[in-house]
């Protein structure tokens, strides 16, 4: 059986950046990817803002995370001609009810650590932004967009440049501890390998993979639920110039429905949170009213007629409708007598924007456990 170091499951933007990571200081690393390319599931389907780091729990890794990652996000860009644009966003009051709620997330983005917010009053907004509506926003001029397929190709290739292995039609389909080693084997090819260390990073199915190694993922609280996000496009040239989103209600799971702009400038708004049961990445033309709706409370003069179905994309979430937000789980399993199983569980948003940073914290995790 082949003997390999580190073994990474699944190729989206995290598995790539790990691979990235840690391609600069190890050999005999394999990446196993189920799909006949990388990026194929939610690394793809989302809306590629690189976040600031307003809104997350203080201290908790989605803060902590996405704080780096931004910032070494942008300096991979320049760096290597990754295309972005530091857009700008602004969270808009659209009444004086939500006053309070804008000064206490410029409070919350601040003590997180993100950089140069502002509010902005009704005259700032209408020299930045005539089109919005709002009485109030909070301005957050680092927030931007990237091109995560670039960034994507960007890994890949100085992984593969420092010796990485990709076996893509690769799919784990066993994951067994023995001695000292992991067996990890593969649908496709019916093939086995023996690996040190295995990072799991198989997004929607990552729960799954920790099931496949002995854990009880309903105990340890790792089940994932599916929160499906939709996107309508909007067929006219955009009124805005920045990322406008809705002030956030505590029963909202996503941030509520907002515009973004993809790197041609085209607006998307979206995407609205739907738990669902398995992945199925249809839009569903009648939720467009209620897009159009969501839509004119932040950007009034849109027309219902340019709304049109786009695409959807999967959160890997930990906690139900309703429930608490969690955390990222990013776990060395020693504890459970698994170590060298590296679980990266409900890395939903910001994973894009904090990838590097995840690449560095699993990093540190693999140095100590000396190979
Ligand atoms: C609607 C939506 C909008 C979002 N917007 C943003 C945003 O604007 N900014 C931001 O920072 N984040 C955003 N996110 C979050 C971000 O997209 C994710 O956090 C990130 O893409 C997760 O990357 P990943 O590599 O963990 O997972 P994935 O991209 O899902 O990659 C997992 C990989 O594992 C593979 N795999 C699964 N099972 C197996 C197996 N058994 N064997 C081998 N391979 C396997 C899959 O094929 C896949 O390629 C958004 C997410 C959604 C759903």
Known sequence: MDEVKITIIGAGVAGLAIAAELSSKYDSIVALEKHNTFGQETSSRNSEVVHAGIYYQEGSLKARLCIEG???LYELCEINSIPHKRLGKLIVATDQSELPVIEELLKKGERNG????KLLSKNEIGKLEPHTNAVAALYSPDTGIIDSHSLMKHFHTVSESNGVLFAFNSEVEILEKEDDWFIVG???????????VVINCAGLASDHIANMAGIDIEKNKYKLKYCKGSYFSYAEPSPVKMLVYPVPHDQLTGLGVHATLDMGGRLR??????????????VDINKKGMFYKGALKIIPGLHEDSFVPDMAGIRPKLQGPGEKTRDFIIAEESDKKLNGLINLIGIESPGLTAAPAIAKMVSGIVDNLKI
Do not use: C, M, W
Request: charged share 40%.
């Open 70 to 72: 931004a910032q070494r």
């Open 114 to 117: 993100a950089r140069d917010l």
């Open 186 to 196: 593969v649908r496709q090819e019916n093939y086995k390998l023996k690996s040190k």
């Open 269 to 282: 708004f979206g995407p609205d949170t739907e738990y669902v049961d398995h992945i199925d990445y249809k």
